[in-house]
């Protein structure tokens, strides 16, 4: 026993450091469990069995999505003498680079990159050489270190460069990516429709229009009420196309909706909408200022809701973050009431992002059904990563916006479920359901909810316990003694 202590310069007795370690060890071992408690009505819904589990409130829909007969026949007419073989491979090629883009950098991220690079190649040539070399010798040795200056610099930098859409390239993109982004918008339109059901937006503004993709999902949820679709997009041909995709793929047809308007630049005038898209077109903005620029006018424009799609990349999260942070602050700084919808239950910075160690997006998963117009597509479904913000001018009226978004695959295992979730309180936090811990119909709800849905339910702050200690700290508890 005598061994396990020692004594301190005062000569007072004190435990050996290793005794030390293993006691602070046993205090410091924890088990954790999160209490999550469904909301009230719900709970009692599914007691009673009104809804099914695998439709509570928190579910988002729809999973899958194809494109309208009418939409699908059109777009296969529009190809009309171009050669198909050809069109299916580029629009392949520009779907790969669309989703490998990143946006314009920075001039002081230019500059930082520039000044490392300088500090690389001073250590390869240093600038001390100069003063041994003649003035030929010292004129070819500074002609080697700019380019090769300029040669890291062009490796290490984005070029960043913008698409610019003409007659076959709007076919192209419409061949490509009209039936993803239909899918897409249907998801996110869905969900403002069912989270707002009082929402009846009559006018429809959409910047960076395209093909008019937005117009498409936007009329098929609230035809009866929107009496105005306004659509920019700086491209004619792109209008033109999709003016023509209105008619049916047919010139001189009525087209199938009315007071339906397009222009190439956005408008002076203060004009509001009730909803306002800005979908797939951040990437295609200069820098930062004009991405500000651009986002506080439609804002300006929005008297409702406001929303913003990007490719679900770490770049395309990040843009869609950037945005909504901007115009909330905005928002506070006007001393206007704006929050955050979706898919967030909080307005804080996103927690993923916020990590420099997490590098993985903020994003959720839609499946679809591609364009059929070639033998090259043989599968009935394709899928797609997607970012997104709804924000919404005006007080919070949502009692369901605090509950807990899934942000990662739900994994489904024997007798327990673990749901990754985005908080109120602006954390990620990992649950595991049981129904031992939560009861019977909290883990019924998780085991069914899918990545992108919300589970409804408060989740209570981890609550930690002493575990049941080992047989081995048992005995060196019972020497302490």
Request: aromatic share 8%; with cysteine.
């Amino acid at each position: 026993m005598a061994a396990l202590f020692l004594r301190d310069t005062a000569g007072h007795s004190m435990l050996s450091p290793r005794l030390f370690l293993a006691s602070t060890t046993l205090l410091k071992r924890f088990t954790s469990k999160i209490s999550a408690a469904v909301e009230p009505e719900v709970l009692s819904d599914l007691e009673k069995e009104n809804i099914k589990h695998r439709k509570h409130p928190g579910i988002v829909k729809p999973n899958h999505v194809e494109l309208p007969q009418q939409l699908s026949d059109a777009l296969k007419r529009i190809l009309g003498d171009h050669p198909l073989r050809k069109v299916v491979h580029d629009s392949q090629l520009l779907n790969r680079y669309i989703k490998s883009r990143h946006p314009p950098p920075s001039q002081e991220e230019v500059e930082h990159r520039k000044q490392l690079i300088v500090e690389e190649v001073n250590a390869k040539l240093p600038l001390e050489r100069l003063s041994t070399l003649s003035e030929e010798e010292a004129t070819r040795w500074q002609r080697k270190r700019e380019l090769e200056i300029n040669r890291r610099l062009g490796q290490r930098v984005y070029a960043w460069k913008r698409i610019d859409y003409g007659a076959y390239e709007a076919v192209v993109y419409a061949i490509g990516r009209a039936a993803q982004e239909y899918a897409v918008l249907t998801r996110v339109l869905s969900e403002l429709q069912q989270r707002d059901g009082q929402f009846k937006p009559r006018s429809f503004f959409d910047f960076g229009s395209g093909i008019g993709t937005g117009m498409w999902v936007a009329s098929e949820l609230w035809r009866d009420s929107i009496f105005e679709y306004y659509n920019v997009d700086r491209s004619r041909e792109m209008n033109e196309l999709s003016e023509l995709i209105l008619q049916g793929g047919l010139e001189n047809k009525q087209r199938s909706l009315k007071n339906v308007f397009y222009r190439q630049f956005l408008p002076a005038i203060a004009t509001k909408y009730e909803l306002v898209v800005i979908s797939h077109t951040l990437f295609e903005l200069s820098d930062q200022q004009q991405r500000e620029e651009v986002l506080l006018n439609l804002w300006r424009k929005c008297d409702g809701y406001m929303v913003i799609v990007e490719e679900g990349t770490r770049r395309g999260s990040e843009l869609v973050n950037e945005a909504r942070m901007f115009l909330l602050k905005s928002a506070l700084q006007a001393e206007e009431k704006a929050h955050t919808l979706a898919p967030c239950p909080h307005d804080q910075r996103c927690p993923r992002l916020s990590d420099l160690a997490d590098r993985t997006p903020c994003n959720f998963p839609i499946t679809y059904a591609p364009l059929r117009i070639s033998s090259d597509v043989k599968s009935d479904r394709a899928s797609s990563l997607y970012s997104y913000v709804i924000l919404k001018k005006g007080a919070t009226a949502d009692a369901t916006r605090p509950w807990p978004r899934i942000v990662r695959p739900t994994l489904v295992r024997s007798k327990h479920s673990i749901c990754r979730t985005c908080t109120a309180a602006g954390n990620l936090q990992e649950v595991i359901f049981t129904a031992a811990k939560h009861g019977k119909q909290a883990y019924r709800c998780a085991r069914v909810s899918r990545w992108g849905d919300r589970l409804p339910m408060e989740l209570g702050t981890p609550e930690t316990k002493p575990s049941k200690p080992s047989k081995a700290e048992t005995t060196l508890l019972d020497e302490l003694a």
